[in-house]
């Protein structure tokens, strides 16, 4: 039977947090896209009279199905070509969902959504429904086709992985807007000491290229050579400015809710450099450079105003 209109306003207004959730566990909007899609493809297909609650039903396709992905997604990243992290989402962006408890917003973080890579998908999922939407165990428990106690004890281990992978505290907006351009200036001073006095012990740079743009296949770990390595990739370069198709305009934004350096050129996004910044100093950067991975970002930065940017790199 043919969707009524009514059919459809209603899976339209489940879109946004279907692709919040999706998003969540895929790390990708695009394949978020895709899950949503296929979501409403099988809700046509559904005999949606039948349905009593129309929201769980929604739900459980769409989680279904990005665990089917993550599945395979396990198998297509042992062939990635080096590391593999998140695409980038600027404030504002509807995929990026509610963000109105500290649990919401720490769900979305580019920092948790790297680290959601080391959970199996089925803590993947309960971490994202219970922590991110607030789903009872009794509902996560029906989705996936377990116990409410064994919901509760995958959130238990799902939660520990995350907060041993995660840095100390964090630091309020504003300092971190500072420390930022202060990591600028360092970075494009020329020496390495402005950096290191900026980095922790145990800071960590992190790039993903996925093979179309050059980045390190294994991280650099410690602040010298997180530095050394910054120095280098500030330092003016004719070759650099060819890659790139031009010298990018650099300027501060915030991504999946915390501070990021953003390279743009021509007003298309190629670089989106993530920092985690504690009380201590930044403890990681993330780079995500796969061009692949920043079409929406452009898309999304194309339609908003910005400003001046900060400096003009290379």
């Given at each position: 039977m043919p969707l009524t209109v009514k059919d459809v306003d209603g899976f339209e207004a489940a879109r946004p947090r279907l692709?919040?959730?999706?998003?969540?566990l895929l790390g990708s909007a695009s394949e978020a896209e895709d899950a949503v899609q296929e979501t409403f493809l099988r809700w046509q297909a559904a005999d949606v009279e039948r349905i009593e609650v129309p929201e769980a039903w929604l739900t459980k396709v769409l989680t279904n199905w990005c665990l089917n992905q993550l599945t395979s997604a396990r198998a297509r990243r042992e062939?990635?070509?080096?590391?593999?992290?998140?695409?980038?989402?600027?404030?504002?962006?509807?995929?990026?969902?509610?963000?109105?408890?500290?649990?919401?917003r720490e769900s979305v973080s580019y920092a948790v959504l790297t680290l959601m890579e080391r959970l199996s998908p089925n803590e993947r999922a309960v971490y994202v429904l219970r922590e991110a939407f607030d789903y009872p165990h009794r509902e996560i428990a029906e989705i996936l086709g377990i116990t409410e106690a064994a919901s509760q004890q995958i959130l238990h281990r799902a939660k520990r992985h995350i907060a041993d992978g995660r840095a100390r505290k964090e630091i309020d907006e504003a300092a971190a807007r500072r420390i930022v351009e202060e990591f600028l200036a360092a970075a494009t001073s020329g020496r390495t000491e402005p950096l290191?006095?900026?980095?922790?012990?145990?800071?960590?740079s992190v790039g993903d290229g996925g093979g179309k743009v050059p980045a390190r296949t294994k991280p650099f770990e410690g602040a010298l050579a997180v530095a050394k390595f910054l120095r280098g990739l500030f330092k003016p370069a004719q070759s650099k400015r060819?890659?790139?198709?031009?010298?990018?305009?650099?300027?501060?934004a915030t991504v999946n809710g915390g501070p990021a350096v953003v390279a743009v050129v021509d007003g298309r996004v190629v670089g989106v450099m993530c920092l985690e910044i504690t009380p201590e100093g930044i403890t990681a950067v993330r780079s995500q450079v796969n061009p692949d991975k920043l079409q929406r970002a452009t898309e999304v930065w194309a339609a908003a105003d910005h400003g001046e940017p900060l400096l003009h790199a290379f």
């Open positions: 692709g919040a959730i999706a998003y969540r062939t990635y070509v080096g590391q593999w992290l998140p695409e980038p989402l600027f404030d504002g962006d509807p995929m990026l969902g509610p963000a109105d408890t500290a649990e919401q290191v006095r900026l980095l922790t012990a145990d800071a960590v060819a890659l790139l198709g031009g010298s990018p305009e650099v300027h501060v």
